[in-house]
């Protein structure tokens, strides 16, 4: 994978991508996890949450338990 720019990675199969951070808590307790969505379409959506519950390629590949997230954001590519 080669770097394109802050937050989005290119790969040969899948075009380039994106990392978003998920923050969720249960029970007082916090954790995150990061998903990769198609970096096209990260520039669709106004909000990160959108593209969560209205994106086809994400739905497909991602399920995301809404009730506890509390927050998302990109992830800039090092």
């Known amino acids: 994978m080669t770097t ?3 937050g989005r990675t290119e790969g040969p199969e899948s075009g380039e991508m994106a990392t978003v951070r998920l ?3 249960d029970e007082g307790s ?5 998903v990769r969505v198609p970096a ?6 106004e909000r990160l ?9 994400v739905l497909k590949r991602t399920y995301v338990d ?3 997230l ?3 954001h ?5």
């Open 30 to 34: 916090y954790r995150h996890e990061d």
């Open 40 to 45: 096209e379409s990260v520039e669709r959506y």
């Open 4 to 6: 394109t720019a802050p």
């Open 49 to 57: 949450i959108d593209l969560l519950q209205e994106e086809p390629a």
């Open 74 to 78: 990109l992830v800039p590519e090092e």
């Open 66 to 68: 809404l009730g506890r």
């Open 70 to 72: 509390c927050a998302a």
């Open 23 to 25: 923050l969720f808590v």
